[in-house]
């Protein structure tokens, strides 16, 4: 493992972190080995998130079991305003089992009116700074998904780091994570495997931890296999045929592909977005026809059962044209 200072932080952490989203879907025990096999790899930095339903409470337990020592710990909030931010970050808290967390993040924030009234007064980052002088939280973040949204935020000199999806595919990010790191804001990229389309994982994150302008990748991790392969990539050199795996991924995938990140998620009438997206992705690009049809197959709610509402595409921070994708799918996997 390599390790590197998160910014102008007092933070040293793995430039490969663990990203917390995924041990939603495995159970507490299965939790508590993939934080053991990451702490073995040397990986020191865990994020999640209020939003992450049992991510805080699974991590928290691993700390009861095991103890905080050696960690470093983010976690963040959706919460806007003041008061918001101080209920959330006791639960934070209180879920993880610390007396303060290394890094609390403003979750998302992503329109221009969000941005006016966590910066405003009474807003979020009052109770940030509030609890950092209280020593509740030792530096504050921002995350989210549009640069030119961040960006006011990344000026403001009152955050500490920026964490915003960033990898091979995905670019858009890099002159905000360029302005960030001049001026000393720690770069944590997210979705660095693009929500899992990007299967060739090693290559994908050498480019990232290489590029000169992320300090840490946070990819999601729930697997002993996946911590292994991920946690080594520091030390790896990536092979020609890695990197020819990694550019013809990127040429099939195009703009318009799901990152699943859950956001559009709950569908009102039951469908599984995320999932559906899934089984297309592997029906169509990974040559995998069969296990793709069993597994949508075995989905109670299809793509065909889509009302054509529209809530999801409000709620999705890649402005994917959901249902157009839907019916695609539908002629697709239900011929
Ligand atoms: S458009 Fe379809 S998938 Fe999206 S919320 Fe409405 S019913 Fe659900
Ligand atoms: S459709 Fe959009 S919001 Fe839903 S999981 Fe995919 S990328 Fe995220």
Known sequence: MRYTKLGA????????????????????EEALEILDA??????????????YTDSEE?????????????????SKSAARDYE??????????????????????????????E????????????????????????????????????ETGVTSGRFHTLQIPFNPLEQQALPLLKKA?????GTIAMKPLAGGALTAATAALDHIINCGWVDVAIPGMQSLAEVRQNSRVPEMKVSQAD????????????????????????????????????????????????????????????????????ICESRCPYELPIRQMLKQTAATLEK
């Open 243 to 310: 990197k020819k795996e990694l550019e013809e991924l990127i040429a099939g995938l195009g703009a318009n592909f799901c990152r699943r990140c859950e956001y559009c998620q709950p569908c009102p009438h039951g469908l599984k977005i995320p999932a559906i997206f899934l089984f297309e992705g592997y029906y169509t690009r990974y040559n995998l026809k069969e296990w793709a049809l069993d597994r949508y197959g075995a989905l109670e709610v299809k793509a065909s059962d889509c009302t054509q509402c529209g």
């Open 58 to 74: 699974k991590i928290g337990e691993y700390f009861r079991a095991r103890g905080r020592e050696g960690w470093y710990i983010a």
């Open 9 to 28: 932080t007092e933070l040293y952490l793995s430039v490969i972190g663990f990203g917390g989203i995924p041990i939603q879907r495995v159970s507490r």
């Open 38 to 51: 990451c702490k073995d790899e040397g990986i020191n930095f865990i994020d999640t998130a209020r939003l």
């Open 115 to 150: 941005m006016d009234r966590v910066l405003g007064p009474g807003g979020a980052l009052e109770a940030l700074e509030e609890a950092k002088r209280r020593g509740l939280i030792r530096y504050i973040g921002l995350t989210g998904h549009k640069p030119e949204i961040l």
């Open 84 to 113: 918001g931010i101080w209920r959330e970050l006791k639960t934070s808290l209180a879920n993880l089992a610390c007396s303060y967390l290394d890094l609390y993040q403003l979750h998302n924030v992503a329109s221009a009116q």
């Open 181 to 185: 790191r001049a001026l000393g804001l």
